[in-house]
């Protein structure tokens, strides 16, 4: 089924009148009907003049004025630059195809975000953790095992009692008492003796 086109009507003293509920609206409302994708077009009571473009415009000026806005300087005077430009034709059809460009790619980066994390952010959030929390155990008990590998390899390399370390160098003089060999001294060390 084909939805009908909405009709608000804009009376002089700029008060919206939306036929399809028989009530004022105010223009808050009409952003509302854009963010719900709600088809519609504001028409001058009088005239009947399409008046949607204005209006949107209106709005837009709102935004712009409250908050961040999402319009800068430079890019509204560059806007205003192309009126009067021999390109001016071609502006709005590249703005509105590079919207549409835009739209398409968030759109499949929300479906893939979407695919890849589950149903919702807290669904993304639980997995992170577990898988954190999964990766820490896992380090913790590679550096438990590496702790105890070390700890029995300088157990198993330890002399015993009254024997030397062969992998010493002087080990050999100190365990018979006396000093190591004066050619293991490091350079510029003077012997005391």
Do not use: C
Not at 49 to 69: F, K, M, N
């Amino acid at each position: 089924m084909a939805q009908t086109t909405r009709v608000i009507k804009k009376y002089p003293n700029r008060r919206l009148y939306d036929t399809e509920i028989s009530s004022y609206i105010t223009l808050e409302e009409v952003s509302q009907l854009v963010l719900d994708g709600e088809i519609f077009e504001v028409r001058d009571a009088k005239t009947n003049e399409d008046l949607t473009r204005s209006v949107l415009l209106q709005i837009i000026a709102e935004h712009e004025q409250q908050g961040a806005p999402m319009f800068s300087v430079p890019l509204l005077t560059q806007i205003i630059r192309f009126y009067g430009d021999a390109l001016q034709g071609l502006m709005g059809p590249y703005l509105e195809r590079s919207m549409q460009v835009f739209l398409e790619q968030q759109q499949q980066f929300r479906k893939q975000l979407t695919s890849m994390v589950g149903q919702t952010p807290w669904a993304m959030f639980n997995e992170l953790t577990s898988r954190n929390m999964e990766l820490w155990q896992n380090l913790q008990r590679s550096l438990a095992e590496s702790a105890g590998a070390h700890t029995a390899a300088a157990a198993s390399a330890k002399p015993a009692a009254g024997k030397p370390n062969a992998s010493h160098p002087g080990a050999e003089h100190a365990a018979r008492g006396g000093a190591p060999p004066a050619a293991s001294m490091r350079p510029g060390h003077k012997s005391t003796r």
